[in-house]
């Protein structure tokens, strides 16, 4: 069954701090893995998926299949990271099915 | 255009009404979904239609009935709803590939009263 992980219902840092979101991950294959971000009033959105290994805002993703981990990271928060971060998985094959994690509010003080 | 646009923002409706909800989107995408959100959870799948048949229904009551009249639109009809059923409802589209980007529209906000 896929299920997905985000231990962390707040996270507040400091502006200028390292942040570091935590998404767990089960799953009997070789999963897809993105980070979905709900800022205030807007709608949900991708903010980055592990196969293009790009870094979006500052944030970077590792899937990190031994641990079965995507940790979302940035080494220095600003206030406009302040939203909710959701990690969410599907599977490479067959019916895009999208299990998302319970989400976490990341709040970014001055 | 780029956006998947959901009609009506918001709405409120009573337990007897019948209403649709609509979703649009013009990106070429040939998977569409339904999910519902409530208050400070993640969205939750309802139905998923590729190339225009249903493919999932995650065990949805039947009073929401969704339908996919062609390539670009996704209605979800509402019908006998329940104050429970209140929530935020999200349409999103994806190219028809398992592993695909999900497009999320902005959500109709529902009041069932």
């Known amino acids: 069954a896929q299920r997905v992980t985000q231990p962390e219902k707040l996270l507040s840092v400091f502006k200028g701090a390292p942040v570091e979101l935590k998404c767990n991950y089960s799953?009997?294959?070789?999963?897809?893995l993105f980070w979905y971000v709900q800022y205030s009033r807007q709608r949900l959105q991708l903010l980055l998926r592990?196969?293009s290994r790009e870094s979006i805002k500052g944030f970077t993703a590792d899937l990190n299949k031994g641990e079965t981990s995507f940790h979302l990271k940035k080494p220095f928060a600003q206030e406009e990271d302040s939203a909710m971060y959701y990690c969410?998985?599907?599977?490479?094959?067959?019916?895009?099915?999208?299990?998302f994690g319970t989400g976490t509010r990341l709040l970014v003080s001055p | 255009d780029t956006e998947v646009t959901q009609t009506p923002k918001h709405l409120v409706m009573g337990m007897t009404n019948k209403k649709s909800l609509k979703c649009e989107q013009h990106?070429?995408?040939?998977?569409m979904y339904w999910y519902k959100q409530k208050a400070k959870k993640p969205p939750e799948l309802m139905f998923v239609?590729?190339?225009?048949?249903?493919?999932i229904n995650e065990s949805v009551p039947s009073r929401f009935s969704p339908e996919c009249p062609n390539s670009s639109l996704l209605n979800l009809h509402l019908h006998a709803l329940q104050p429970e059923d209140s929530a935020l409802y999200l349409c999103?589209?994806?190219?028809?590939?398992?592993?695909?980007?999900?497009?999320f529209g902005p959500g109709t906000r529902l009041l069932v009263l």
């Open positions: 999103a589209s994806s190219p028809a590939r398992a592993g695909e980007t999900q497009y």
């Open positions: 799953y009997s294959g070789s999963p897809e």
């Open positions: 592990h196969i």
């Open positions: 969410a998985l599907s599977g490479s094959t067959g019916f895009q099915k999208l299990v």
């Open positions: 990106m070429g995408h040939r998977a």
């Open positions: 239609y590729s190339y225009e048949k249903l493919s």
